[in-house]
């Protein structure tokens, strides 16, 4: 029951059409259809009613539950999956949509978004093509693979790639190699979706060759790579390289011949494939990582895999895509899988990566145009002016004496569970408060803005990364973020 005190609280609230007609809220109709405004203070009296009835709000005051409307009705405007101004230093961050595209990339979904195209047309054959064709050449050139498919992420082609050639089969997999990555992706979980049986092999730390030609039976098809692509494990390891995953392959393959021979048939059919899940899908060697650089897909292809997966925009900083490559006849498998039509990519998607691929053909202009790889591997002294710019930025918009600019050496992060041993030395500008705090300036830069600047929290400080930041847009938009933040303090 309400208490007297609360029962007249109640009744002083304010009236749908007294709201609407509130100076707050009539500038909305120039923005939201009517109907959404009615909703939105139907919302907030109803939010007032439940925080009176349950003690919270004990005080009415119309102006205040207006203003709250003009807030909520400002943030329907908004447009739920927008772009946001990345200072975070995280490079692949898949919270922020992971890869940048390349301005060709964009411009080439940009084209396809806004006309007809040739997504499953042949124009030299005058007839229907496949939308395979797009891509598969110039990722066989830049792989040295000889086919190639892609669909709509690397977890979609671990599942197609499992289910067509693990189900009803054992996949064999090392139990250092059991990851989970970026929530919900486990090895095992796939497995069994798949209907595939998983032997592992090995210990955590060390898995030998013996341990992979131990498990061997009539029923595997297949020797699984995964490559534990988010964390590294440090000391006394040990795990078997592809090169030897293709030694047990062959012999295991060339003795069920064997025996199909002895038995008079002319050899096996059931075959022992060597399968990498590759994860990161480097296609060039990053050497200012060092022995912590990821091994590319070529190198992969080289070494005898039948078929490696990896993600589209992770290192190759491109679209949201999952690439197999490999051997014809296993690709031909593919393309013919349901789940290769269940899971096929759109033409913006294809369009990107067709674009992102060409790129490749030529490296130094593949690592100065593809954001990813450019932010990756630009040393920390060309870093530094930038973060110098950006200080300068914030400095000139600042109010005096609100907070202290610095420019000072920080890490930026790969992201994407890549590199995750790799510290890139950075600069950052560093925002000390000596109005307002760093985690309440935080709340309004990523919370109250149309376009959100993400930064990073560090011990009361704000740090704004100049290695992920596009261009000095960027930079204004993060200085004038800041000063609207002082001016809410005033
Ligand atoms: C990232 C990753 C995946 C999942 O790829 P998505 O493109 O995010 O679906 C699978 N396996 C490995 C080894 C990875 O690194």
Redesign the pocket.
């Given at each position: 029951m309400a208490t007297t005190e609360q029962q007249s609280l109640l009744r002083s609230l304010p009236q749908v059409e007294e709201l609407l007609h509130h100076a707050h809220v009539t500038p909305l109709e120039k923005d939201l259809p009517r109907v959404s405004i009615v909703e939105t203070v139907r919302a907030v009296i109803n939010d007032a009613r439940q925080g009176i009835l349950a003690g919270a709000v004990t005080c009415v005051d119309a102006d205040a539950l207006a203003a709250q409307v003009h807030l909520r009705g400002l943030a329907l405007r908004r447009a739920s999956l927008r772009r946001v101004v990345n200072a975070s230093g995280v490079i692949i961050h898949t919270n922020l949509g992971r890869s940048v595209l390349a301005k060709p990339a964009v411009d080439a979904v940009n084209d396809v978004a806004r006309g007809y195209s040739t997504l499953e047309y042949s124009t030299d054959a005058m007839a229907r093509g496949s939308r395979h064709d797009h891509c598969e050449q110039l990722i066989c050139t830049l792989t040295g693979a000889e086919a190639a498919i892609a669909v709509n992420?690397?977890?979609?082609a671990?599942m197609m790639v499992l289910a067509e050639f693990a189900q009803g089969h054992e996949a064999v997999v090392s139990r250092g190699e059991q990851?989970e990555?970026?929530g919900s992706?486990r090895i095992p979980d796939i497995m069994a979706q798949s209907h595939a049986t998983m032997v592992e092999v090995g210990a955590t730390n060390k898995t030998h060759p013996i341990d992979y030609e131990r498990a061997l039976s009539p029923a595997t098809s297949m020797l699984l790579k995964?490559?534990t692509?988010?964390y590294r494990m440090i000391g006394f390891t040990e795990s078997v390289s592809i090169k030897e995953l293709r030694h047990i392959a062959d012999a295991e393959n060339a003795r069920r011949d064997a025996a199909a021979q002895a038995a008079g048939r002319p050899g096996s059919a059931d075959r022992v494939m060597v399968y990498e899940?590759?994860?990161?899908g480097a296609f060039i060697r990053l050497d200012c990582f060092g022995e912590y650089a990821e091994p590319t897909v070529a190198e992969s292809v080289k070494q005898g895999v039948d078929l490696v997966s990896f993600?589209g925009d992770?290192l190759l900083g491109g679209p949201?895509a999952?690439i197999v490559v490999g051997r014809k006849e296993f690709i031909d498998r593919l393309k013919k899988n349901p789940l290769a039509r269940a899971m096929r990519l759109d033409k913006m998607t294809l369009a990107a990566l067709e674009a992102t691929l060409r790129l490749y053909l030529d490296p130094e202009r593949a690592l100065r145009e593809i954001p990813t790889l450019a932010m990756l591997s630009t040393p920390a002294d060309q870093i530094r002016p930038r973060a110098e710019a950006l200080a300068a930025a914030i400095q000139a918009t600042l109010p005096q004496g609100c907070a202290e600019v610095t420019v000072v050496p920080e890490i930026s992060r790969a992201g994407g569970?890549a590199l995750p041993m790799c510290d890139i030395p950075t600069f950052v500008a560093r925002v000390r408060f000596l109005q307002g705090t760093a985690l309440d300036c935080n709340r309004h830069l990523i919370s109250e803005r149309d376009l959100p600047v993400i930064g990073r929290l560090s011990h009361d400080t704000l740090l704004f990364d100049a290695r992920t930041l596009l261009n000095t847009d960027e930079y204004k938009e993060v200085a004038l973020a800041l000063a609207e933040y002082f001016s809410t303090l005033i």
């Open positions: 992420n690397n977890a979609a671990v990851v990555i970026g992706f995964v490559h692509s988010n899940d590759q994860g990161s993600s992770k949201q999952g569970g």
